[in-house]
């Protein structure tokens, strides 16, 4: 259970300063209460009135008769300090803090007012929402404890805001289109409860199927990118966030006291995190009716039936200029369609079936393309009609659509087009439980949200190349280098001293020679041969190319014109290469230049940047954006998506750039900067793409000094490669003990084929089928802040990877408590392998200071029972569930915990 539960099920409640006076944050809390269906006791506190709003009020927080679960306190700011404290002392936990201006306070031992305040909450043990907070409310239970204008209706959708005002609107939006909250909550200044706790809250809430977020920014980007990725997987969730431009961040955090960050990198974070993000008020609401009203898509293909042809065209344009797909209607629909309408039809999908079409025809023609299999949403189009009016055809589609309520659940989207004779229609397909839009971009618009968030989280889940043929890692190696070098004086590096640590992880680099002229260029190029890069005293770009079997390397105009020279003192038989065309032999090179850098943000910390090459460079538009740690499906990920947004010019050059080749190297880029936190920024430009090599011309590296591993200055922990462990088996064999990779997907697809039924069976308490690459992905693509895997990998003659076993653990948010579960091939049992992994797991949970681990077994399973047992756990039959419990406490587990 997460402690925050408590939060947001309150038995019982206290409003500080609740007043009688109609204009009061205290008088509105209370009216807001009262008038919900709350079922608790609501105990007013006011040192003034005998009652407030009708309810006997208590002289002080003292005089209550009972503590209460929650306290929301309406008082200014100035006495928030010690009402907090005598909460305290009385034992509540939970506090809503309405009050704004509370940082500002007069500082106490040298602490602002929100550092008092979250002193005083760590000493007393309270969790608090706000300061600058609108409230909450949870329709579910009645409970409005806010001091909005309005009552939330009940729905399956949460609302979290940063915003008080943004938080109203959307209620009122809400309201009037009669959609409702799972939890409306304004978290304010966050200077406790924030968006991360929420959200794990939220992801096993089972009364909310989607969440809708308002960011202004936030503070703890380890936690916040755990609970996101976590939620995410469970649920839709749609952000949207203010402070996208310099002049909007410097308001955000004059109005908000938290820094808003680089856009362009919380752009990058919440798109790692698999959560989308849309741009405008208007997305957010047409993303909040679509989310109420429809389940998840299967497929990606729209059909359009509209009595209005150029509607249908409209939204034909916006489908596809966002990159969505037209379903292909089979022979038989067509067919159907063809008997049903006008010999004039438009034969095709968008399907119009005329101006002149009563609402029956309507009907019929939507009941025959809800039985098609090739289509996965349908968008419905009506247009203002003289045959009948729009609420006879909203009643007609609204019959014909519940007809099908048992058959192939196919997602449906109605655009009512005009405005007076539209209304009544509206709320009759929105009453049904149809989302309904004011046109046909807004509902098209809708629909392309659902399938940029499912192609995003296809994307993240795409299993990665494994690349251990391609590149080499040395950790301690390159911290070595890097510390000499920050030791002799050396903290900004160019490319000559760089070298050695980029040749560490498998990185080509061109060595550079200065030169003045071309008889330099021609001396150098004859002493040591090609490839080299004569850098000359002017700006340059360096190309690289192969003419008649010579390497080539080509600078900027000027400077092909030197090196051309050098080549032709060098290599008389050439000469033809002057009488080309410079810029011909530029394209001759097939070559692109690239830029790759390395930044650290003030929010997310290490951030990485790739786009075109050049000398001037504005990292929040001419470069793609990513999160490290990547893979090479993340790194494909992140190069797709600048081509496509323009940052990389793909067809620059005359051969097309290699993605594999590239996505590689910036793999083997982001686990350099992992493994050697001394790099503190890094910038290489060019970086230079030709055929299937990617080389580094020129490098400038920041070095720092640092301690530790430097993981937790990273959003996402990377993998823990000081967690593998070499073990020798009793049957002589040698396996790795290791943390779980994405790349290790198709391995465990094996291991998983490899298990008998009856190990399966008491893997996953029942008969289990083939399991999916979704399901795959989730077991192999880990967070490792919140989830580990330790596997046991073996090599054989042939160099191939085999999985024998597993141990998994997943740890609530607190790290309070962890479930583990293992499996052991069925040939291996019996060499000590589920023992040593057990102990690993155990070993783990104890370092990272874990409180309780559990886990459930089958009766039958003597194996695991007997080896728990051994291990120290608490055993337990539960014969009414029939399962067996076992408990281990970690915390005072005493065992000598061999290997």
């Known amino acids: 259970m997460n402690p925050i539960n408590r939060f947001f099920t309150p038995k019982s409640i206290a409003v500080i300063g609740a007043s009688n006076s109609s204009h009061r944050a205290g008088n509105l809390i209370m009216r807001n209460l009262l008038q919900g269906d709350f079922s608790g006791p609501i105990m007013p506190v006011n040192p003034k009135h005998q009652s407030v709003c009708g309810v006997l009020a208590y002289k002080s927080i003292n005089n209550l008769p009972q503590v209460p679960d929650l306290a929301v306190v309406a008082i200014n700011a100035s006495h928030t300090i010690n009402v907090l404290t005598e909460l305290g002392k009385l034992g509540c936990q939970q506090v809503i803090l309405l009050a704004a201006g509370i940082d500002q306070l007069a500082k106490a031992n040298e602490q602002s007012g929100n550092e008092q305040v979250k002193a005083i909450a760590k000493q007393y043990g309270i969790r608090i929402l706000g300061g600058s907070s609108l409230g909450m409310q949870i329709p579910h239970l009645g409970l409005n404890a806010s001091f909005a204008h309005q009552q939330a209706q009940s729905g399956k959708i949460a609302f979290i805001s940063q915003s008080s005002s943004v938080a109203t609107t959307v209620l009122d939006w809400a309201n009037h289109k009669n959609m409702g909250f799972s939890y409306f909550v304004s978290v304010g200044e966050t200077i406790d409860l924030s968006f991360n706790e929420i959200l794990d809250f939220l992801s096993r809430d089972p009364k909310t199927q989607a969440i809708l977020l308002y960011i202004d920014g936030i503070k703890d980007h380890r936690h916040f990118m755990s609970a996101a990725r976590t939620a995410a997987r469970a649920k839709p969730i749609i952000v949207i966030k203010s402070g996208s431009t310099s002049e909007g961040a410097i308001s955000v955090s004059h109005h908000t006291g938290v820094v808003a960050g680089c856009d362009a990198v919380y752009d990058a974070a919440f798109r790692r995190a698999g959560m989308l993000r849309v741009n405008h008020l208007r997305e957010l609401f047409a993303a909040f009716e679509t989310l109420a009203h429809t389940k998840p898509l299967s497929g990606e293909r729209l059909a359009i039936v509209t009595n ?256 051309a020279q050098a080549m032709l003192d060098a290599q008389s038989e050439n000469k033809h290469i002057n009488g080309l065309n410079l810029q011909q032999m530029a394209n001759t090179a097939g070559t692109q230049e690239l830029r790759f850098a390395m930044h650290n943000d003030a929010i997310f910390g290490p951030v990485l940047y790739i786009g075109e090459g050049g000398s001037s460079w504005n990292l929040t538009q001419d470069a793609a954006v990513a999160l490290p740690p990547l893979n090479t499906a993340l790194a494909r990920y992140l190069i797709i998506g600048a081509i496509k947004s323009g940052k990389i010019k793909a067809h620059r050059a005359l051969t097309e750039l290699d993605i594999n080749v590239l996505s590689i190297t910036i793999t083997q880029l982001s686990y350099l900067i992992i493994d050697c936190p001394e790099i503190a920024s890094l910038d290489i430009n060019p970086l230079l793409m030709q055929d299937d090599l990617a080389t580094i011309l020129d490098v400038n590296i920041q070095l720092q000094h640092c301690d530790d591993n430097g993981a937790e200055r990273l959003a996402i922990r990377p993998y823990p490669r000081e967690l593998e462990e070499l073990i020798t088996l009793k049957d002589g064999r040698e396996v790795l003990l290791r943390p779980i990779k994405a790349e290790d997907e198709q391995s465990h697809f094996e291991f998983n084929d490899s298990l008998s039924k009856e190990d399966r069976y008491k893997r996953f308490f029942g008969e289990v089928g083939q399991l999916s690459h979704e399901q795959m992905a989730k077991m192999t693509q880990i967070d490792f802040d919140r989830e580990m895997a330790f596997i046991a990998s073996y090599r054989d003659e042939n160099e191939k990877f085999h999985t024998l076993g597993v141990v998994r653990a997943i740890t609530d948010a607190e790290n309070q408590e962890t479930e583990f579960a293992v499996v052991i091939r069925g040939d291996i049992q019996g060499q000590g392998l589920g023992k040593l992994l057990m102990l690993k797991m155990i070993n783990y949970c104890k370092q990272r200071n874990t409180h309780i681990m559990t886990g459930l077994t089958l009766p039958q399973n003597a194996g695991m029972i007997n080896l728990s047992r051994k291990l120290g756990f608490k055993v337990k039959f539960d014969i009414e569930e029939g399962w067996v419990d076992m408990r281990l406490d970690l915390q005072s587990y005493q065992r000598p915990l061999e290997k």
């Open 308 to 563: 209005g042809g150029a509607p249908g065209i409209m939204a034909v344009d916006t489908l596809i200029s966002r990159g969505g797909k037209l379903a292909n209607l089979e022979t038989d629909i067509m067919t159907q369609l063809s008997a049903l309408l006008p010999t004039h039809w438009s034969q095709a999908n968008p399907v119009d079936i005329a101006g002149d079409a009563s609402p029956e025809r309507f009907a019929k023609a939507l009941s025959i393309l809800l039985d098609s299999k090739e289509i996965d949403t349908l968008l419905v189009i009506h247009s203002p009609s003289a045959v009948a009016c729009g609420e006879e055809f909203a009643q007609a589609i609204i019959k014909s659509i519940n007809q099908h309520a048992r058959g192939r659940q196919i997602n449906i989207l109605t655009n009512w087009m005009g405005e007076g004779s539209a209304h009544q229609a509206r709320k009759m397909i929105r009453k049904a439980g149809i989302p309904t839009f004011r046109t046909p971009d807004g509902a098209v618009g809708a629909f392309m949200h659902m399938v940029e968030y499912r192609r995003n989280q296809r994307l993240l889940q795409e299993t990665p190349k494994s690349i251990s043929r391609h590149y080499q890692t040395a950790p301690d190696e390159a911290r070595k280098i890097a510390q000499e070098l920050i030791a002799s004086g050396h903290t900004n590096i160019d490319l000559n001293k760089a070298a050695p640590l980029l040749n560490l992880y498998g990185l080509n680099t061109l060595t550079t020679y200065h030169v003045d002229s071309p008889e330099q260029a021609a001396s150098l190029a004859t002493k040591i041969g090609y490839p080299v890069a004569l850098k000359l005293s002017a700006p340059m770009l360096i190309h690289k190319a192969s003419i008649d079997g010579i390497k080539l390397n080509l600078m900027n105009d000027e400077a092909v014109k030197f090196h």
